[in-house]
Structure formats: C-alpha cells, structure tokens
C-alpha cells in the first residue's frame, strides 16, 4: 500500500485527531432530514426549467434551510444520520468529493490513474469523464466516480447483500460474494458500475487477496466499481483520481472534519466550499443523496489555476 | 340458426358418438407413445435435438472459461439475450399452466384431449427457463448466496421465490391428474416390467372410488385456482426485475401485466404448436381436431390485441411528452426498428390475420400463426430490453449488444430442450389425460356444444350421443 502511495505522489489529507463530533445534534438531524425532502422537491422544480436532461440538486437550497446540518457545527450530516443513524454505527470518517467542474479541462487522468492502480481493462472506467453539452452548444467536462449514495439503489437491488455501505458512508462489492446477475447495474442511474467480462490486465501477483477496499485483482464474473480508494483515505492519502488531477479539479473531503482537500494543496472548509460555490448534488430527485457534490462550470477556471497552483 | 362451423361441428359429433368402444380407443391412442417403440423418425429427432442441447452445454462452459464478453455482453449491454431467454421459456410456461387450468376451473370440457400436453409443456418450459438464469450469471457456482444471503428487498430474491414457488405448482398439477392415469396404463404395460413398477409407484393406490374422486377433483379445484394468481404473480415478479430500476424505458407501471399478457400470449401460442406437433407424430386427429386449434387460436387472437393496446399504451405514455424519448426513437425508427416491426407484422398482424380468415382458421393456420407468435414474441423481449439497457443515462453513445456464436448456440440448445425433453417425457406418461377423456365422453372432448346447436342437431334427425339422453 504504502509502495503505491509513494508511486502516485500521494499527500497527506487529514489529520485524525481534528474530527469532533457533536452528540447534540441527532434529534435536529432527524428534523432536517425532512425538511431536506421538501427543499429536494422544490429544488428539482426549479433546477428542471434551466436545463432539462440534467437533474443538479442544490445544496445551498439545503444548507439554508438546516442551519444546524453539517457544515455548522454538528459534525454528522442530516442525510446520513436518518440513513445509517439506526441501524449502522457512524464511522470516524463520512468520506465525499467535490469535483470543481470550474477546473475540469478533460485530460482523463483521473481514469488513467485509476486504471492503473487498479488493474483496470480499458472499458473499466471507474471514474469516467463525460463529455457533456448544454442548451448553447457548448461542452465541458464531467468526471463520473461512484457518487457515494447514502441511499444506494445498487445496495437495494443486490440480492445478496454482496453491495454494502461501510459505517464511512462508503459504498463497497465484496466480489467474493458476488453472484454477476447486474441487478446493480440496471439499478444504478449514474452508469457508475462496471462488471468483469473478461479476464482483467496483467496483475503482479503480491500474495495479498483482494478485498472490498482494495479489489485488486478484479474477479471474472462479479460487479465492480469506485471504490473512493478508502483505502488511501484512511491512510491519510487521497484517492488515485484526486492526486493524479494535474488541474486540482477533485477534491477529497470528509464531512465530519468538514475538510475537503485537492492535489494543488488548496485545503478548504467543505461546507463552506459547497455553499460558496453553489455545489450541486448530481439526479439527487432519485432519492439517492450522493456524497460527490459538483461545482457547476465548464473549465472557466483553468488559466487561474495555471498560474496560482 | 346454424352456422357452417357448427355444421361441421354437428358432423364430428353424429361421426363419433355412436361409438361404443370410446374407452378402448382413448386407451389405445392415448397409450401409443408408451406402448409401441420409438420409430426412426423419433431417433433421429431425438439425437439431432440432443447434439444441439450438448453443442449450447458446451458454449456455456466456453462462456465460463472465458468470461461473459464471448457471449456479446460488455457494460452497457449489461442484460441481453440470457434474461431475454428466462423470461421468454417461463413466459411460454404460463400458457400451458393456463389452458389446463382456466378452461378446468371454467369447466370447459373440450380442454380433455390438451391438458396433458399443455402441463407436460408448461413445466418443461419452466424447468428449461429457470436453467436460463445459470448461463445469465456471471457466477453461477454461488448460485446459492441467494439462499444463504437473501436480501429481501432485492427483485431478483423475489424472482427467486416466485420461480422456485411456480415450478413446483406446475410440477403438482402436472401430476394430480396422471394419478388415475398411472392406475389404468399399469395394466396396460407388461406385467412386472420395470414400467409397470413406476406407473403402480405413481399411481399412489389408485382405484377410482367415489371418495378418491371426488378428493383429486378438490385438489385439482384448489391447484388450478392456486396456480393461476402464481403465474400472474411470477411474471410480475419478473417485470419488476426492469421495472423496480431507474431506467426509462423500464421504470413503467404497465410492466407487470404487460410481461403477464406477454406470457399468455406467448404461451398459447406455444400450446398451439406443441399439441400439433404431437397431433402428427402420434395420430391423434381423431381426438384433437381442428376446433381445438380455432379455439385456442381465438385465445390467442384475444390475447395478441391486448398485447398490442399495452405495448401502444406503454410507448404513447412515454414518448408523449418527449423527456425520455431515447429508446422509443431508438425502438421505432433507429437500431431496434428492424426488430420491433418484425414484432408488429409477424407477431401481431399475420396471426390475428390467419385467425380471422376462414380460410386459414385451420390446424395448420393457426400453428403456422403460433410458430410466428412465439419467435416474434421473443425477439419482442429482446427490444423491451436492450434498448434501455443500452441508453446513455448521462451523455455519449448508445451501448450495442452484439450476438455471438456462444450465446447463439446456448438459445438454440434451450430451444432444443423444449421438443426434445417432451418427446422423451411422453414416452413415459400417457399423452392425453385418459382419465379426462373417459369422464367428458366422445361429445364433451371433441367438442362441448350449446343446448341450440344440440335442439337443431335433433330436428335434423340426427341419433343422439347415448349420454346426453340419460341426463
């Protein structure tokens, strides 16, 4: 692991005595959990009239409207306290991304990356960048990793709990279990899943078996996807897509220390960021709640970023 | 008033019911597969059958070796022929379940000389359907995480259920009514012949007291009225599979009952054609005659409309409004038209359109509209699926799926299956419901007629079934 890391030229990203979370909070996060409902309808109402095709759900709408949602001072986040609160314990980390569309020029390294740390076949694209236009005629970028969904259709549909959510909000396939009916993929509205069809690139064989964080190899016949590379991120590392940005276009972030931070070394307060920049939550009116936010643009920010980062 | 139909009708009847000696021949006729060895032919279809079957067991264990891309799988094309495959057999299934047990629960005698036929195919096609699933997944060794690790708010655990559930329904009343079969065709077999063994073992004891049949006839009652919900249920379970997803083009409340009429449809249709084939193979004209198939082709003439009006209800819905046109444009007019008005013109216009000219309401129309019906309808739940399957849902091009020699092979071996494991399980069980037969007599077999037809019957003079006097 730590071999890999040093390969990619990974950065160290949190720190883990800095979360704090407050207890306080839970009986106000059910409260908002509703209310953020009611925002969703509204904000799918009005996000449908600027574009349609694209469903963007605001946070900004959201965060206006919970005050003591995460982001204030109340460490866990509404949608994830009545989604996990329950049944699962909250981890010490909520793991998210932000992906600054503002920066995004295209390269596709992310996939390269990601390809490569993984052991990926060409058609695996993990994190995909599509090529979007909107109504002017104009494109711009959109890289697609797993969005993380608190409410993951792919998890409901799978008949034998093979698809999981870790107590970080982490969606993971344990592909020793995995049967390969693709119920996940008919599931998922973000294309985010991919199956092993054939046999997978050359793998060195390290002796380490494959697990839900770390699928490497990829097992012929079972579901794959994104994984958020938890495993870097527990180690204090970003994800392979986020360090191999050269635009700093991704941003990894956890939402209980409410940090969020990019390979351009720009450490932000999430929350903050989010709000600030007018962050949307991607076909989030499918009930899913991703925890991979945009920050809607079409590279207008690259120049800037040449030159400060 | 007496139409031509019913003329010939009238006909058959004077022609048959003076005889006397309707139990022997039912016996006879329906016996001859047990009784006399295979012919030729029968070999020859049987191995030819057979090669195909072990040719697709075969591209399966290919497929195994070498991943699921040899079978024209890739990401975007994520379902395609094998589900296709599942839920075509199972559909095909229901019919069979469905003409023995509505026309039994509606007390149409005329259905004596089908059902036994029409179960035999039904749980073939359902054995057949469910074996699909193995090839479907790309694990199919840990087949069994289902039961080890359901998640029960997975479609697939209900599927799972639903299908496990129905082939056992369909394996009961396939059986109930070969009990008092098993009881006469014991003595109709070598004594002490290994044969003779199995029908005395299946026949559970039976010897035709009141109690006894008055017993099947409740069970029989009970399993009909069981299965019918079942199969409705089953197909619906499968519909949700699709349905129970985001996808356009899936995500619809129609789907249920739109995958139920599809099987209906599909499996009458089937029904048509398997009771010809064995009408020729074994002789059995005298007892299947062509009322039955302008029957069940009005059946499935009804069924094909309202298998059309669905489909159009389901497309308008969607296409109306414009937001989720992809796959309809797709369906219409851009990859899958091909197919889809393949559908149209062969699955729904030359059927109905055989059914309804009077020159072609005949046994060989109506199979020739039964054949046509069953290929259109499977290629029907190809276009269902693959255009939503392959559609972009945030932006790029649309996925393709591409057939290959290993799925290809592995259809037509399920295809094989269907006639092969039939001719080989009636040569162990009697090929029409003796027991049935017997019951209804000469008149209500071959045809259950309206007390009108039987006044003018009389007026013309014409002898009398001895069994209609007496009641």
Known sequence: MDERAGESGMKLLFNKNQHDIDGDSENANEVSRRKFLKIVGVGAGSVAAVGAGIELIPYKAWADSNPNGWGGNSGVSGMSAATMGSSQEVGNHQWAMVIDLRNCDGCKSCTAACQKAHYLTEDQTWIRVFEMGDSQG?????????????????????????????????????????????????????????????????????????????????????????????????????????????????????????????????????????????????????????????????????DTNATTG | MTSTLEKKEIEQITAIAPDPSWESEVREAAMRSIVTKPGKNWWIAVSLLSLVVVAGLGAWIYQLKHGMNSAGYNDQAFWAVYIADVVAFIGVSYGGAVVSAILRLSGQSWRAPLTRLSEGMALVTVLIGGAFIFPHLGRPERFLNIVAYPNFSSPLVWDFIAIATYTLATAIFFYLPLIPDMAVAKNL???????????????????????????????????????????VSVHSVLSWAFALTSRPGWMESVFPPYFVVAALYSGTALVIVTIYAFRKGYKLERFITDRHFVRLGYMMAALGLVYAYLTVADMLTEGYTGITTGWIQETLTGKY???????????????????????????????????????????????????????????????????????????????????????????????????????????????????????????????????????
Request: one cysteine or more; charged letters at 15%.
């Open chain 1, 138 to 302: 104009n494109t711009y970028y959109m890289p697609r990793p797993c969005m993380q969904c608190e409410n993951p259709p792919c998890l409901d549909v799978c008949p034998v709990h093979a698809t999981f959510r870790t107590d970080q909000g982490v969606v993971l396939v344990n592909q020793g279990r995995c049967i390969g009916c693709r119920m996940c993929m008919a599931a998922c509205p973000y294309q985010a899943r991919y199956f092993n069809w054939k046999a997978g690139a050359k793998y060195p064989d390290t002796g380490v078996a494959p697990t839900p964080e770390f699928p490497v190899p990829q097992r012929l016949g079972t579901a794959g996807k994104c994984t958020f590379c938890v495993g870097n991120l527990n180690h204090g590392l970003m994800s392979e897509c986020a360090s191999a940005c050269p635009m700093g276009t991704i941003y990894n972030g956890d939402m209980i220390t409410d940090v969020a931070i990019n390979s351009l070394g720009n450490t932000v307060k999430l929350s903050k960021f989010l709000y600030e920049n007018d962050a949307v939550a991607y076909k989030d009116e499918y009930n899913t709640h991703p925890r991979v936010w945009y920050i809607p643009g079409h590279g207008q920010n690259l």
């Open chain 2, 189 to 231: 077999v070598d004594k002490g012949g290994k044969r003779a063994r199995l029908f005395s073992i299946l026949s559970l004891n039976w010897m035709g007291t009141k109690k006894q049949r008055a017993l099947l006839h409740r069970v029989l009652t009970v399993i009909s009225l069981i299965i019918i919900p079942l199969a």
């Open chain 2, 337 to 471: 038209a091909i197919p889809f008005w393949f559908y149209v013109i062969a699955g729904e216009i030359v059927p109905i359109a055989l059914v309804v000219m009077k020159k072609t309401r005949n046994a060989k129309g109506m199979t020739v509209a039964g054949v046509l019906v069953v290929i259109s309808l499977w290629i029907k739940r190809i276009v269902i699926i693959l255009p939503a399957a392959t559609q972009p849902l945030i932006s790029g091009q649309w996925g393709s799926y591409h057939f290959t020699w290993v799925s290809i092979t592995v259809t037509l071996a399920g295809v094989a299956a269907i006639p092969l494991l039939l001719m080989i399980l009636f040569r162990f069980i009697p090929l029409m419901s003796i027991d049935e037969m017997e019951e209804v007599g000469p008149l209500g077999s071959i045809e259950q007629i309206s007390k009108e037809t039987l006044k003018a019957a009389r007026e013309e003079s014409i002898p009398e079934p001895s069994k209609e006097e007496s009641k």
